[in-house]
């Protein structure tokens, strides 16, 4: 297995759609709260997932996103940036997923919270296994499938977050990520990629 700490192309932040709205704003405002409160990781994410559950699907003309924010590539699934804490400890992102549309194997550099906006979004959990023997190689199992509707959110921090992501549904999906971490600095949440066999 290699590990690489490239970043996938798909992650890159794209300059240009970081516009608001009213709704977005007033989600930054709860998570500034939590965030401010300098908990640990793993209860930091869970009280921010609790805030972005409200803000999740379609509210009328009260929409989280820009149109677009909504918008996907048809090469990639694609990342807009929709607020970067000024002083760093925070960013939330929308990615957009087309039909089809994965991530490579990963993991994360700092706590997180996914929560589905729109479609459906599949996910398979890993777990890291040490070699058998000196100077054979680790590898990953997978541990669990999970298929995400809208509303659902999982928190989660470092380590134990090894995952893919794909939309495996015929329309459009997207999600909300929130990183403890500058992603408008690093353009990426992303640790490392896991270079897997074809049949994991
Ligand atoms: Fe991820």
Known sequence: ????????????VRAGSR????RL????????EVVSRGMAPDPTAYLVAEKLVPYLGVHGARSLLTP???EGDPDCYRQHLLHAESDGSFSIVALVWLPGQCTPVHDHLSWCVT????GEEHERRYRLLPADEPGGNARLVATEDVTNPVGAVWPFAPPGDIHKV?????????SIHIYGADISRLGSSVRRV???????
Do not use: F
């Open 19 to 22: 516009r608001t709205t009213a």
């Open 1 to 12: 297995m290699a590990i690489s700490t490239e970043h996938h192309p798909a992650t890159e």
């Open 25 to 32: 704003d007033a989600l930054v405002e709860e998570v500034r």
């Open 115 to 118: 929560g589905v906006h729109q």
């Open 68 to 70: 677009e924010q909504h």
């Open 194 to 200: 896991y270079d897997l066999p074809a049949d994991c």
């Open 166 to 174: 794909w939309n495996g549904c015929q329309e459009k999906a997207i």
